[in-house]
């Protein structure tokens, strides 16, 4: 069974700096990917950074690029987002999301990935 457990949420003034983190267990050894989501009161979730588990390869929503940083774990199967110069619009329930090869094949990376952890909320007050 594949368990998805983020941790590192809280509240932080904007400016400042946050890590999230994600631990995997029960992910097959050819996951394809994993990545970051979020979603704010009232809006639908979205993408916001995503990481190739086999090459690093990393790739970011606009509104986080150059503030957010992914990175993994190999050997913890875990994966982190280090969040810089949080804004306000920042504040949302973050979830991390794992995704096999066949899922990122045939729908697209991390556009419905295959697993989901609970959420973490980060609130940035201003």
Known sequence: QVQLVESGGGL????GSLRLSCEASGLPTNTYAMGWFRQAP???REFVAVIKWD???TYY???VKGRFTISK???KKSTYLQMNRV????TAVYYCAAETPTTAES???MTHPDYWGQGT??????
Do not use: H, I, M
């Open 42 to 44: 009232g809006k639908e």
């Open 121 to 126: 909320q980060v609130t940035v007050s201003a």
């Open 107 to 109: 729908k697209g990376v």
């Open 55 to 57: 090459n690093g390869r």
């Open 87 to 90: 804004k306000a619009e920042d």
């Open 73 to 75: 774990d190999n050997a």
């Open 61 to 63: 929503a606009d509104s």
């Open 12 to 15: 932080v003034q904007a400016g």
